[in-house]
């Protein structure tokens, strides 16, 4: 099995309310591979500068993910600095320095250019088709992306859907790259648009998944405590494509078990803060609460399909 | 099998975005009885006044709610005039003109004293508690309010609660009585003032249900077009304990049931305009969704489960 991500490798300089600027490993190739090493042994093809720290490079070697593609170049490492308001989901970016980021040209080494599952994380759609022109036979791809590429690269994006098994956007991606406010209709407008699969992800709301053979309804497990939602969406990408990679099934019904995988992992990474607090998790405690979350989402369909006489 | 309703019968003056006002039949009792009688036949005790239409009346006989507790007095009925946002969700009140319904004091008919399931819909607490005071043995009692009375009479409110066995907030309502932010703090808040169990609604997002026992989660159903929103809480608590009424199980797993058949009988109210657009809606139609938003929801727990090894 294997599951390649291409993306950022970042420090994030965070800013909860009330508390002074913490820098942070972050980034979502970073996100997303800590969160898959749940589930499968992750690929990581990103770049840094010459000031990215070797622990955290070993951190991520300690996560299971293979770091062969993470290249490391002359200048310094993409820092993005973010204030989150008081509600803990909206933020101001305050600062965005690309630097190496900002010449990344992915170059996949060939003996990963056939992965099983390739993720395409949040980079300019133009990089993403570099990717995928160099694993054109990937066997399922899934892309991520942000409002940024939507309004400044739409037509590139635009190109890539009919080559994307699963694409993940949030509302308001919908809604930009569709021009429709009501959602059901953007998401079909998406499937429309050639991708296979839409997660509508929706926050601490939960999500759901679009496909031609109709919807799946995934809520979010309540959190017990809401520290930092930074890198949540990334880490229900990489929950879901870990299991997809584990379990080498990428049937409608295997989606949905993917997404409650997924949004349980994210779960945990929002009660923490950076990505070593979501590594210490332990894989019991993932198992656990995706067990207590598979209760609290079971009803007895039978039962009440019959009390209405319809069974 | 018995459901008594308390509650509001009104004319709403609604405004939808770009249309013209509109009068329609209202009120938290209407809505409720409405949405209820798909499922039982419900008994509704409220006030009007003599422009009330007898149209109107005949409306709900032929819903099969009983309006033997209908009280027509001198004087007008209750009118709110409330005016959309462009999002269909928030809304100014532009008018509230209670007429005959500020002194309205419920007299529950002898012979309805008993119910197996009491609804007090959103009327004043102080009312509501004279409601309990003459349904001292009520099976099951639900209880929905709003931010208005939370805030004028929070007091009476929370004198109400270990009567509750089921009620109805949204997450404003939720934070406001208990002055917590974190809905699963604030909801388990609720629980230890003496609700034994409360519906956290979060509209179009769906509901949760807490319990001692834990929590459920229940998504809403994506409706295709989104028409107006007015009524749909009183349509979800009105579904939710017709099921009730209609199995006679108020035990925690036959509560999740009730929430499924809720959230999917008030799909119906939002997709349509006024009480009578909801009426006019084929039980069949109902079974049909109730299926598809199981289907929706269901995950198989046990492979999940197995494939990350906890079986």
Chains 1, 2 share one sequence.
Not at 86 to 104: P, Q, Y
Not at 219 to 239: E, K, L, N, Y
Request: one cysteine or more.
């Amino acid at each position: 099995m294997s599951l390649l991500c291409v993306g950022s490798v970042a420090y994030d300089v965070i800013e909860l309310p009330g508390r002074p600027a913490v820098e942070v490993l972050g980034g979502s190739a970073t996100w997303f591979t800590t969160a898959a090493g749940f589930y499968t042994r992750p690929q990581l093809v990103g770049v840094v500068g010459d000031d990215f720290r070797e622990d955290d490079i070993e951190f991520l070697r300690a996560r299971g993910v293979d770091v062969g593609g993470l290249e490391r170049k002359p200048g310094s490492t993409f820092r993005w600095h973010g204030r989150y308001h008081e509600n803990l989901i909206s933020r101001d970016s305050l600062k965005t320095e690309l630097g190496v980021f900002a010449e990344f040209s992915p170059v996949i080494p060939p003996e990963w250019r056939r992965p099983d599952v390739l993720f395409l994380g949040n980079i300019h759609p133009s990089l993403q088709a570099l990717v995928l022109a160099q694993c054109r036979d990937a066997g399922f791809v899934a892309l991520d992306t942000i409002e940024c590429w939507i309004e400044s690269a739409k037509a590139d994006l635009i190109r890539l859907l009919p080559r994307i098994d699963l694409l993940f956007l949030n509302d308001d991606e919908v809604r930009q790259l569709t021009g429709e406010h009501h959602l059901p209709t953007a998401a079909r407008a998406i499937l429309a648009m050639g991708a296979k699969a839409l997660v509508l992800k929706r926050g601490e709301h939960g999500a759901s998944l679009w496909t031609s053979s109709g919807v799946a309804l995934v809520p979010a497990w309540p959190v017990d405590s809401m520290v930092d939602p930074t890198g949540a969406g990334d880490c229900f990408a990489g929950g879901t494509l870990g299991y997809i990679d584990l379990v080498k099934d990428t049937s409608p019904e295997s989606l949905r078990r993917a997404l409650a995988v997924g949004t349980v992992t994210a779960s945990f990474c929002v009660e923490g803060f950076g990505p070593r607090s979501l590594g210490s998790v332990r894989p019991a405690q993932v198992s656990e609460r995706l067990r207590r979350w598979l209760e609290a989402v079971s009803v007895d369909g039978a039962k009440v399909l019959g009390d209405l006489e319809i069974g």
